[in-house]
């Protein structure tokens, strides 16, 4: 029989929650993320429960265990019960009844199957009981084993309940699919034949997908094959993947960086498609800017930082094809740590007003042209 390998669903939370509501007489199972990335030995963040206890039976449960239920998704099913201070969503095994492409209707069932059915990807209906052993009710252990990303029944139906998937398919596949074994054809044909529905999402839960896509250790083939499917033509207008793989060899050891790799896509209007975040979009407009001028590394660095120059030379190299000069990481170090040694102080009250600041630039211009080697007294002669 399989089973998890984490020590993570004996700990204290997880232990005190799933046996309360196993005591009670109810079945209960860890669900999703949290087996998926055990059995693939991936991070785990997040502790999901499903249950046949409805929720207000939940609710109950916790009380009497000792331990606290907030109703935070009660209407839908869910429960989050705290325990030794971490709070784990308990839901309901549920069914959908009617689905929009954006929401759901659900009803609650006592049965597993029904829960598993509702779920996007084999891989995604694996659960696991408190003692840790494996309960697979679609065949989703044998994708997962090959790394196969694979819609649960009909991939068609499945995206039409929630037109997000779509974007998440692409997503799976570029952190958890077997980049050596293709996509699942089924699952492209389902993707193809349901494009519009992408219309309708809002640009938040897009933009949140795209920037966890884009985190992936290499998701080149995911946003290549969007692009070939025009989901990526209809989520970010204009966007070109072509240089995307030249930029990820660049990287190399750098952590992976969605902005970065957001700049090398390009497209129209692309903050506010995503609802970029004020840091995203500054970060994005400064390499842009770096992108489009010939200011060195070394001033990129002393201008806006070590990770902005970063992320401005990767871009430039895979822009042009060529490789990186070794000294640059030196410069952008260099430029980083560096200090401007003269104030404004200095030249008063000699100058004052725009020609103060003008001569502040003239000197600051010669102190970077010499590698920030030029000390104050030599600047100030």
Same mark, same amino acid.
């Given at each position: 029989?399989?089973?998890?390998?984490?020590?993570?669903?004996?700990?204290?939370? #997880?232990?005190?929650?799933?046996? !309360?509501?196993?005591? @009670?007489?109810?079945?209960?199972?860890?669900?999703?993320?949290?087996?998926?990335?055990?059995?693939?030995? !991936?991070?785990?963040?997040?502790?999901?429960?499903?249950?046949? #206890?409805? /929720?207000?039976?939940?609710?109950? &449960?916790?009380?009497?265990?000792?331990?606290?239920?907030? /109703?935070?998704?009660?209407?839908?099913?869910?429960?989050?019960?705290? #325990?030794?201070?971490?709070?784990?969503?308990? =839901? =309901?095994?549920?069914?959908?009844?009617?689905?929009?492409? +954006?929401? #759901?209707?659900?009803?609650?069932? *006592?049965?597993?199957?029904? *829960?598993?059915?509702?779920?996007?990807?084999?891989?995604?209906?694996?659960?696991?009981?408190?003692d840790g052993a494996i309960c697979d009710p679609l065949g989703g252990l044998h994708d997962l084993r090959a790394r196969r990303v694979r819609f649960i029944d009909n991939a068609g139906a499945r995206i039409r309940e929630d037109y997000l998937r %779509?974007?998440?398919?692409?997503?799976?596949h570029a952190w958890y699919g077997d980049p050596a074994g293709g996509m699942d054809a089924d699952a492209l044909a389902g993707i193809a034949s349901n494009l519009a529905g992408l219309e309708t999402l809002s640009r938040e839960r897009v933009g949140?997908?795209?920037?966890?896509?884009? @985190?992936? /250790?290499?998701?080149?083939?995911?946003?290549? %094959?969007?692009?070939?499917?025009?989901?990526?033509?209809?989520?970010?207008?204009?966007?070109?993947?072509?240089?995307?793989?030249?930029? &990820?060899?660049?990287?190399?050891?750098? $952590?992976?960086? $969605? &902005?970065?790799?957001?700049?090398?896509?390009?497209?129209?209007?692309?903050?506010? +498609?995503?609802?970029?975040?004020?840091?995203?979009?500054?970060q994005l407009a400064v390499i842009r800017e770096g992108m489009g001028s010939v200011m060195p590394a070394g001033e990129l660095a002393y201008r806006h930082g070590a990770d902005l120059a970063t992320d401005v030379v990767l871009l430039r190299s895979?822009?042009?094809?060529?490789?990186? *000069?070794?000294?640059?990481?030196? *410069? &952008?170090?260099?430029?980083?740590?560096? =200090?401007?040694?003269?104030? /404004?102080?200095?030249?008063? $009250?000699?100058?004052?007003?725009?020609?103060?600041?003008?001569?502040?630039?003239?000197?600051? @211009?010669?102190?970077?042209?010499?590698?920030?080697?030029?000390?104050?007294?030599?600047?100030? =002669?």
């Open positions: 029989m399989t089973r998890v390998r984490g020590d993570w669903i004996n700990a204290p939370a #997880a232990q005190a929650v799933s046996r !309360a509501i196993e005591a @009670a007489g109810h079945q209960v199972f860890f669900v999703g993320g949290c087996v998926r990335n055990d059995l693939l030995g !991936a991070p785990i963040s997040d502790l999901d429960l499903s249950t046949d #206890a409805l /929720p207000d039976r939940v609710m109950r &449960i916790a009380v009497d265990a000792g331990l606290r239920a907030v /109703p935070t998704g009660i209407d839908h099913g869910t429960v989050t019960v705290v #325990a030794d201070g971490e709070g784990l969503e308990v =839901t =309901t095994f549920r069914k959908d009844v009617e689905t929009d492409g +954006r929401r #759901a209707v659900v009803a609650f069932s *006592d049965r597993l199957e029904d *829960d598993a059915h509702r779920r996007d990807f084999t891989m995604n209906a694996l659960y696991a009981t408190p %779509t974007l998440r398919f692409f997503r799976f949140a997908e795209m920037l966890k896509l884009l @985190a992936a /250790p290499d998701p080149a083939r995911a946003v290549a %094959t969007m692009a070939q499917t025009g989901v990526l033509g209809i989520v970010l207008p204009g966007a070109d993947a072509s240089g995307l793989p030249s930029l &990820i060899h660049l990287e190399g050891d750098c $952590p992976p960086d $969605p &902005i970065r790799r957001l700049a090398a896509l390009g497209g129209q209007d692309v903050p506010d +498609r995503l609802r970029l975040s004020k840091r995203d979009r500054k895979a822009q042009m094809g060529a490789p990186l *000069d070794a000294c640059i990481w030196d *410069d &952008i170090a260099k430029g980083a740590q560096a =200090t401007f040694p003269v104030q /404004p102080a200095d030249l008063m $009250p000699a100058l004052n007003g725009p020609e103060l600041g003008a001569q502040l630039r003239r000197i600051e @211009a010669r102190w970077i042209a010499s590698g920030f080697e030029l000390q104050r007294k030599d600047l100030l =002669t």
